[in-house]
């Protein structure tokens, strides 16, 4: 069974920082392009982040410079290590990964065919 445990929302105050964590089970989720995404109430799934196969990194323009997605290969584990959250930050984060080792990598949401139960982040002023 292939799984996608993700870990680490909270509630924090902005300018706080938090890290999510994305356990990847039945598979080598290195061989895999990974990312994150995120979804506010009443709006569609964006992608934050995302990493390929080699090491390329994709994030959004929304949380470049503050935001950085990361790859434990031992630990078979996806992190997004978040700074400087701002309150437009509030959502449910989930972790995804693309159906097959040659799948395109970026951040949409067609790219992925595999996702986790998501995790939420609240961020307040």
């Known amino acids: 069974l292939e799984l996608l445990v993700e870990s680490g929302g909270g509630s924090v105050q902005a300018g706080g920082s938090l890290r999510l964590s994305c356990a990847a089970s039945?598979?080598?989720?290195?061989?895999?392009?990974l990312g994150w995404f995120r979804q506010r109430p009443g709006e569609e799934r964006e992608g934050v982040a995302a990493i390929n196969r080699s090491g390329g990194i994709w994030y959004a323009d929304s949380v470049k410079g503050r935001f950085t997605i990361s790859r434990d290969n031992d630990k078979n584990t996806l992190y997004l290590q978040m700074n400087s959250l701002k309150p437009e930050d509030t959502a449910m984060y989930y972790c995804a990964r693309a159906p097959s080792w040659s799948s395109p990598c970026s951040l949409m949401r067609g790219n992925f065919g595999y996702w986790g139960q998501g995790t939420q982040v609240t961020v307040s002023s």
């Open positions: 039945g598979y080598t989720a290195s061989n895999y392009c």
